[in-house]
């Protein structure tokens, strides 16, 4: 651009800007709506986290050539406004999909990602899924019996844990774990010495055994 008007290059430096600032991108062709209907779904994208903006292809092309916004130039045909995602893609989509339904005369070209390019039907399937919110309390759902399930298990691990180290010792012969029955002890050495007493003191007057000596 030779000798570029001030106010080009701060179109031309805002549209960079604003696109390195978002993660996504979305470029529509508004041919046939009015400056009212462009008003109405600037106000519906901005509900979802979009700013929509009109800009001159040429002062676009200017901002992305050259960058990774670059392959945005093949979208830029006819009159272009592009939708600035600062909040959820789908929500975004679904915003374009609602309003393109009752105002045909809006169009979605396609847009950006990242460094990835979003053609027309991903946009439209993208639209067609639920909102971040719902596919969270759908995975929370789906994951809830489980994880009561695992609750369970860990509560359950410890006492199983010990159960099984008792078993283990028994099998090897090892030391009794607290809890188990206590092995039968061998007669205590006190006991087998007082036994013969206790037989003498069980036996009839006159049949003592005979002592030792004469």
Not at 1 to 24: F, H, I, W
Not at 177 to 202: K, M, R, Y
């Amino acid at each position: 651009m030779d000798n570029p008007r001030p106010e080009k290059v701060a179109v031309v430096d805002e549209v960079r800007q604003r696109l390195s600032g978002v993660g996504t991108a979305i470029l529509t062709e508004y041919r046939g709506l009015t400056v009212a209907q462009l008003a109405e779904l600037r106000q519906a994208l901005a509900a979802v986290g979009s700013d929509y903006k009109v800009y001159k292809n040429t002062l676009v092309k200017l901002a992305v050539d050259g960058g990774r916004h670059e392959p945005l130039q093949d979208l830029l045909q006819g009159p272009t406004a592009i939708a600035f995602v600062s909040g959820e893609v789908t929500a975004v989509a679904k915003a374009l999909r609602d309003y393109a339904r009752t105002h045909p005369s809006l169009v979605v070209k396609g847009g950006m990602h990242g460094d990835g390019m979003l053609t027309a039907a991903e946009l439209a399937s993208l639209a067609d899924l639920p909102s971040r919110d719902v596919l969270l309390a759908r995975l929370v759902g789906a994951v809830a019996a489980p994880m009561q399930q695992l609750a369970g298990l860990m509560q359950a691990l410890p006492r199983n844990l010990a159960y099984g180290l008792k078993a283990l010792v028994g099998e090897r012969g090892g030391a009794p774990v607290a809890g188990d029955e206590a092995p039968e002890e061998e007669e205590p050495l006190a006991t087998a010495i007082s036994a013969p007493a206790a037989a003498d003191a069980a036996l009839p007057a006159g049949d003592a055994p005979p002592t030792g000596g004469t």
